[in-house]
C-alpha cells in the first residue's frame, strides 16, 4: 500500500502537494459552512480567501520587484492559504478588526520572506511571523479555527501525505509525543484531568495541522534528523498551552518562531548565487552542470541543495528543486548531475537544459543525512541506479582527494553502458583506496560483446557473490524510486536490519 502511495506521491513535488492539500481544506470547510456543520459559510470564507490572496500576490510581486530576486508562486499562495485556514473570516463587509488582520498578516507574511533574513535566509516561518507580530502590535489574534472535530479527518489524512512526502515523521513524533506528555504534565500539575486535556489538546485544536504544514516547513527545518527530532521537542514542549513567561502565554505562532531560532542557529547559514560555469554531457541525456559561487556552501558528500531557477509560466512542479550535490568539498565550485527526459521534463528541467554559461540561480536549504559514518572502520555498500549515482561521486572524490581508505563496495547499475557516469572517478577510487566497483546492465539486448561486468538486475544472490560479508556493512541506495524501493525489499529478505539500510532521500523528488 505504501508504495502505491509513494508512487502516487513521486508525481508531485513536495510543494505543491501541501497547495493542493490547503486547497482541499479550504474547499471542505466551504461546504460544511454552507450545511452548517461550520460557523464561517462559503461567503465569508470566500471573502477572507480573496483579500489574502490578492494582498499576499501584489506584496510579494513588488517586493520581488524590489530585491531582484525570483518570486516563488508556489509559496505566496501557501502561505496565503494557511492564513486563510487561521485567521476568522470575517462575519459581514462591516467586519473592519477582521479584514484588518487579514491584510496586514498578509502584507507582514510575504515581507518577511525578504525582510526578516540573514545573508538571505529566513529565520522566522512567514505566516508565524505575521500572526505574532499582528497580536503584538494590533492586538488581533490567529484562532486557528481549522483545528476543529469536523476537520479533523481530513487534515490527519492529507497531513499523513504531507509528512510522507517529506519523511518527516521524526519531526511530527518528536513534537505530538513532547506536546503530549507537557500538556499532561502542567494539566496534572494544576490539578485537571491531565489525560482529557492533552487529548483534546492535540486531537481538537490545530495541533495535527500545525504539525504536518507548519512545522515540516523546509525552509526553516534543521538539516537533519537529529536536530530535526531537537527542534520537534523544543517547539512541542512550548506548544503547551498552559505555558507562560509572565502575563504572556504560549500561542502556536511563538512556539514555532522559538524553535526556528533553534533551527536557524544549527543550520547552514545563507543563500548562494551560482553562476554556471560549463554544462558538460557525461550520459545520455544527462548533463554535468558545473557552477562557481563568492561563497561556497560548507558540505559534507552526500548532501543536497535546493535550486531555485526563475522562468515564466512553470508547470505544476513549480520553479524549485533538490539536488544531490555531485561535487567534492575538496574541488573548486559546485557540481550537480541531472537525467533530462525529453519528452517528459518539467519546466524548470527545460529552463535549466537551455542555461548557458555565466547564467544564474539561487542555491539555498542545504541539508541531508546520506553522508559517510563518522567512523572510518565501518564497511560500505554503495548501491547506485542511473543518476544516483551522484552522492556516490562526492563521497569518492572526496575520499580519494584526502587518501581516506575505507572498505566500500560499489553497485552500479544501468541500463545501457553508454549510461555508465564519473567512470573517470570511480576509476580513480579503485586505484587509489581500493573500492570494489561491480557495474551491471539490465537490457541483455544491448549488452556489448566484451562486457565483463555484471549482467541484470541488483540481486540478492548478485550481492552475496560480491559481498560475503555483507551482513557487516551499511549499505547506502540511490537511484530511482522504483529501483530504491525493490533494492530496500531485497535487502530486507536476506536478513539486513533496517538500521544498516540508508537509501537516499530530498524532499520534492519529482
Wanted: glycine share 6%.
Amino acid at each position: 500500500m505504501k508504495y502505491s502511495v509513494d508512487r502516487i506521491l513521486n508525481q508531485v513535488t513536495m510543494y505543491r502537494l501541501v497547495l493542493y492539500f490547503l486547497i482541499f481544506l479550504i474547499v471542505i470547510a466551504g461546504l460544511f459552512g454552507a450545511i452548517g456543520w461550520m460557523p464561517y459559510g462559503p461567503v465569508a470564507l470566500g471573502t477572507s480567501l480573496l483579500v489574502v490572496l490578492l494582498t499576499c500576490w501584489a506584496v510579494d510581486t513588488l517586493f520581488a520587484k524590489v530585491f531582484h530576486a525570483p518570486a516563488n508562486v508556489e509559496s505566496t499562495y501557501i502561505s496565503a492559504l494557511i492564513l486563510v485556514l487561521i485567521i476568522t473570516p470575517p462575519a459581514s463587509l462591516t467586519d473592519v478588526p477582521a479584514f484588518v488582520l487579514l491584510f496586514w498578516a498578509s502584507v507582514w507574511a510575504m515581507a518577511a520572506k525578504f525582510i526578516v533574513t540573514i545573508d538571505k535566509k529566513h529565520i522566522f516561518n512567514p505566516v508565524a511571523f505575521a500572526v505574532a507580530l499582528t497580536a503584538i502590535t494590533l492586538g488581533l489574534s490567529a484562532t486557528w479555527w481549522v483545528g476543529t472535530a469536523v476537520m479533523l479527518p481530513f487534515v490527519l489524512a492529507g497531513g499523513l501525505l504531507v509528512v510522507r512526502k517529506v519523511q518527516r515523521f521524526n519531526l511530527v513524533t518528536a513534537f505530538l509525543a513532547t506536546a503530549f506528555i507537557a500538556i499532561l504534565a502542567f494539566s496534572l500539575l494544576n490539578g485537571n484531568d491531565g489525560m482529557v486535556m492533552a487529548y483534546r489538546a492535540l486531537l481538537y485544536t490545530s495541533a495535527l495541522f500545525f504539525a504536518t504544514v507548519m512545522l515540516t516547513e523546509p525552509l526553516t527545518t534543521p538539516p537533519t534528523r537529529s536536530l530535526q527530532v531537537m527542534y520537534g521537542i523544543i517547539v512541542g514542549l512550548l506548544f503547551a498551552p498552559q505555558l507562560h513567561i509572565g502575563p504572556i502565554y504560549f500561542t502556536p505562532e511563538l512556539a514555532l518562531l522559538c524553535g526556528n531560532v533553534f533551527s536557524y542557529a544549527a543550520s547552514p547559514k545563507g543563500r548562494q548565487i551560482l553562476k554556471l560555469e560549463q554544462k558538460v554531457l557525461i550520459a545520455p541525456d544527462t548533463y554535468d552542470f558545473i557552477f562557481q559561487t563568492d561563497k561556497k556552501p560548507a558540505f559534507q558528500p552526500g548532501q543536497y541543495l535546493e535550486l531555485t531557477l526563475g522562468h515564466p509560466n512553470p508547470d505544476s512542479r513549480g520553479n524549485r528543486r533538490y539536488f544531490t550535490i555531485a561535487s567534492s568539498p575538496t574541488e573548486s565550485g559546485v557540481r550537480f548531475g541531472i537525467k533530462f527526459h525529453p519528452d517528459s521534463s518539467s519546466s524548470f528541467k527545460k529552463w535549466m537544459q537551455c542555461m548557458s554559461p555565466q547564467d544564474e540561480l539561487v542555491a539555498s536549504q542545504l541539508a541531508g543525512d546520506f553522508v559517510l559514518p563518522s567512523d572510518p572502520q565501518k564497511k560500505l555498500v554503495f548501491i547506485a541506479g542511473g543518476i544516483g549515482i551522484t552522492p556516490f561521486r562526492s563521497m569518492l572524490k572526496y575520499l580519494s582527494d584526502r587518501n581516506e581508505k575505507r572498505s566500500v563496495v560499489l553497485f552500479y547499475s544501468n541500463y545501457h553502458v553508454s549510461e555508465i557516469a564519473y567512470a573517470d572517478v570511480l576509476n580513480e577510487a579503485r586505484q587509489k583506496l581500493g573500492v570494489k566497483t561491480v557495474y551491471t546492465l539490465t537490457d541483455p539486448a544491448t549488452v556489448p560483446a566484451d562486457w565483463t561486468g555484471r549482467k541484470g538486475f541488483i540481486t540478492s544472490e548478485m550481492i552475496e557473490s560480491e559481498v560475503p560479508d555483507y551482513r557487516d556493512r551499511t549499505f547506502y541506495v540511490s537511484g530511482p524510486h522504483a529501483m530504491v524501493v525493490s533494492v530496500e525489499k531485497t535487502l530486507a529478505s536476506m536478513g539486513v536490519p533496517s538500521h544498516q539500510i540508508k537509501p537516499d532521500f530530498f524532499p520534492g523528488f519529482a
